[in-house]
T-cell receptor, first 112, second 116 residues
């Protein structure tokens, strides 16, 4: 079946550091891929998405490129801020009107 | 625009008491609806999803149940709460899309449930 694997956290970075959170997936077809962010005590918010190979999703300085050849959708940001501290979830959407498949989440802490 | 509401925001209940959490969506029709749970410091656990009124798929057998009495209303219930039911409960919706790819899921603000 479909699955998403994210790097284990927590990830702790200093402000202005470069961020990469790895995400790889297993799917039978060509899924849509998503990154969600969850700030403390809140629900998940869509951060960015990509619907086909080589698409790049971007939002708020975050980027991720849909790589079919490596089945990956790594999240990157060039310079993180304290306000980026949150849990980040990678997710996959397949056909059949079924729920998204989520990774386990990666907690990011950015210190000043 | 679409909005999703959940209530209550927080709830403290004794073990063995009943539970009813409500989720409503505005600004769309025939949405897919979902209930998730997050235990403290853990990932998302899909509990139930629904693609239409009266259609409920259960992902995890447990003492919880879900109902969809109206198109944009999704209710999570329990007859007798367990300590292990404590957690953060999230409702979500997505555009119902027969035959297509699952679209973006939009999440509500969540309900923090503490069972004592």
């Amino acid at each position: 079946g479909n699955s998403v694997t994210q790097m284990e956290g927590p990830v702790t970075l200093s402000e202005e550091a470069f961020l990469t959170i790895n995400c790889t997936y297993t799917a039978t077809g060509y899924p849509s891929l998503f990154w969600y962010v969850q700030y403390p005590g809140e629900g998940l918010q869509l951060l960015l998405k990509a619907t086909k190979a080589d698409d790049k999703g971007s939002n708020k300085g975050f980027e991720a490129t849909y790589r079919k050849e490596t089945t990956s959708f790594h999240l990157e940001k060039g310079s993180v801020q304290v306000s980026d501290s949150a849990v980040y979830f990678c997710a996959l959407g397949d056909s059949g009107n079924t729920p998204l498949v989520f990774g386990k989440g990666t907690r990011l802490s950015v210190i000043a | 625009s679409q909005t999703i509401h959940q209530w209550p925001a927080t709830l403290v209940q004794p073990v063995g008491s009943p539970l009813s959490l409500e989720c409503t969506v505005e600004g769309t029709s025939n949405p897919n609806l979902y209930w998730y749970r997050q235990a403290a410091g853990r990932g998302l656990q899909l509990l139930f999803y629904s693609v239409g009124i009266g259609q409920i798929s259960s992902e995890v057998p447990q003492n919880l149940s879900a109902s969809r009495p109206q198109d944009r209303q999704f209710i999570l219930s329990s007859k007798k709460l367990l300590l292990s039911d404590s957690g953060f409960y999230l409702c979500a919706w997505s555009v119902g899309r027969l035959g297509g790819f699952t679209d973006t899921q939009y999440f509500g603000p969540g309900t923090r449930l503490t069972v004592l």
